[in-house]
């Protein structure tokens, strides 16, 4: 990661979706990928991040119910 690039957090479970969002923004943005709502909630608990791009479908977790635990 660079240090003068913004970082997204991504949790999505889709693995296409995901690859599409990362391969759209990497050269803007440091992303980091989380592939579950419970490990999305533990990466944004312990970085900053300015942006949280999140799938409302997840399978373990509601998009919406991650959101407001974050």
């Known amino acids: 990661m660079t240090q003068n690039k913004n970082k997204i957090l991504l ?22 990928h989380k ?3 419970r490990d999305g909630i533990a990466e944004a608990m312990n970085a ?4 949280v791009l ?8 509601n998009g919406v119910d991650v959101m407001k635990t974050i």
């Open 35 to 37: 592939f579950n709502g």
């Open 48 to 51: 900053k991040y300015k942006l």
């Open 54 to 61: 999140l799938d409302i479908g997840l399978k373990d977790l």
């Open 11 to 32: 949790i999505e479970d889709d693995e296409f979706c995901a690859f599409t969002i990362i391969r759209a923004l990497k050269s803007d943005f440091d992303i980091i």
